[in-house]
C-alpha cells in the first residue's frame, strides 16, 4: 500500500490541537523531515504492537515508511513546514535545524512539506482551503 496525501484535521484553526510550523530556507542541512505522500504503508501492522509505541495500533492504524526530505540551504528556494503543538510553542522551532532531526537511522523526524504544499493539495483536492493554525518563525 502507498500512503497518498490527506488534509490533517488536526492542524485545522481554531480547534486543532496542532499547527504548522514555517521553517526558513536557510534552515542549516541538517533540517529533514518526513514526506509521508508516497511513503510506503504497511497494512499487515494494524492492529499489532510496534516498535516506538506504548499501546499496539488501533483498528484502522498503519504504519508507513516515509522518505525523508533534507534542507540544502545552498539551493532552498521556500522552507519547509512541520506539523508541531498547538498553541505555537517558541522553542519547537528547534526541530527546524535541530541535529537531532537528521536522516539517519534511528532519528526523530516530524512529518513535513514545503511550505504551503499542505494548503495547496488540499485545495487542489477539495476545491476548497482550510483555515490552519500557523506557527510563523520568530
Do not use: W
Not at 54 to 81: N, R, W, Y
Request: charge should be negative; hydrophobic fraction near 35%; proline fraction near 10%.
Amino acid at each position: 500500500m502507498v500512503s497518498t496525501y490527506s488534509y490533517p484535521e488536526s492542524v485545522s484553526a481554531p480547534f486543532g490541537n496542532k499547527a504548522l510550523y514555517d521553517c526558513a530556507a536557510t534552515t542549516s542541512p541538517y533540517g529533514a523531515s518526513a514526506q509521508c505522500d508516497g511513503g510506503i504503508c504497511f497494512k499487515s501492522s494494524e492492529g499489532q504492537s510496534f516498535p516506538g509505541f506504548g499501546l499496539p495500533l488501533t483498528h484502522g492504524e498503519i504504519i508507513c515508511s516515509c522518505p525523508i526530505a533534507v534542507t540544502d540551504p545552498a539551493t532552498a528556494k521556500v522552507g519547509f513546514q512541520i506539523v508541531g503543538p498547538y498553541p505555537c510553542q517558541h522553542s519547537f522551532f528547534n526541530n527546524c535545524a535541530s541535529p537531532t532531526a537528521t536522516p539517519t537511522t534511528g532519528a526523530s523526524l516530524y512529518v513535513g512539506a514545503p511550505t504551503g504544499t499542505a494548503i495547496l493539495l488540499t485545495h487542489l483536492l477539495t476545491g476548497q482551503t482550510p483555515a490552519i493554525n500557523r506557527c510563523l518563525a520568530p
